[in-house]
T-cell receptor, first 116, second 116 residues
Framework: GAVVSQHPSRVICKSGTSVKIECRSL??????MFWYRQFPKQSLMLMAT?????????EQGVEKDKFLINHASLTLSTLTVTSAHPEDSSFYIC????????????FGNGTRLTVT | AQSVAQPEDQVKVAEGNPLTVKCTYS??????LFWYVQYPNRGLQFLLK??????LVKGSYGFEAEFNKSQTSFHLKKPSALVSDSALYFC??????????????FGTGTQLKVEL
């Protein structure tokens, strides 16, 4: 089945630094990728939707200058958490959808970010 | 707004017994409904979806879900639970976006615990 690879699976960084998370679709072309944030024992909160070659669409309340999303190719999207703070510590999950409008979503395994 | 609700934070069943995880939806028009499962520190895995057709949808790992239009429900079921089914389950609905495209909106999740 379709595979989405998310890297790193776990990262610890110091407050004030930036962290980049990669999301790759390994065996299909992902025209649309989604980035979610999940707090402990809570649902997934959609942060932004990115379409290949265009700017990401951010959900209300998500700071686009803090969470930079790049979707430069059909197989790669990146999320950069800039000037990270402890409150940015969370589980970040990406998902990708193929070219067809009805293509299912495939999820990465998530990235556990801890900001110290 | 298009949404799904999962009224139970947690469901406990004994191994071998049938299980039901509840989901109700609020959607204008025809709903596109999904169930996903999440194991600890992992992304989401697709279980099944309802778009149209038979109200009983069969999915992965022996799970099925019944679409009930009169009750606006899409409960997840399995005839005989396994300890390995213990995980976090999310119901989701596809939401159409203005300008094209779509996204998934997730319920709050239900923690399933299957005990020996």
């Amino acid at each position: 089945g379709a595979v989405v690879s998310q890297h790193p699976s776990r990262v610890i960084c110091k407050s004030g630094t930036s962290v980049k998370i990669e999301c790759r679709s390994l065996d299909f072309q992902a025209t649309t990728m989604f980035w979610y944030r999940q707090f402990p024992k809570q649902s997934l909160m959609l942060m932004a939707t990115s379409n290949e070659g265009s700017k990401a669409t951010y959900e209300q309340g998500v700071e686009k200058d803090k969470f930079l999303i790049n979707h430069a190719s059909l197989t790669l999207s990146t999320l950069t958490v800039t000037s990270a703070h402890p409150e940015d510590s969370s589980f970040y999950i990406c998902s990708a959808r193929g070219i067809s409008y009805n293509s299912p979503l495939h999820f990465g395994n998530g990235t556990r970010l801890t900001v110290t | 707004a298009q949404s799904v609700a999962q009224p139970e934070d947690q469901v406990k069943v004994a191994e071998g017994n049938p299980l039901t995880v509840k989901c109700t939806y609020s959607v204008s028009g025809n709903p596109y409904l999904f169930w996903y499962v999440q194991y600890p520190n992992r992304g989401l895995q697709f279980l099944l979806k309802y778009i149209t057709g038979d109200n009983l949808v069969k999915g992965s790992y022996g799970f099925e879900a019944e679409f009930n239009k009169s009750q606006t429900s899409f409960h997840l079921k399995k005839p005989s639970a396994l300890v390995s089914d213990s995980a976090l389950y999310f119901c989701a609905v596809r939401v159409l976006l203005t300008g094209g495209g779509n996204k998934l909106t997730f319920g709050t999740g239900t923690q399933l615990k299957v005990e020996l």
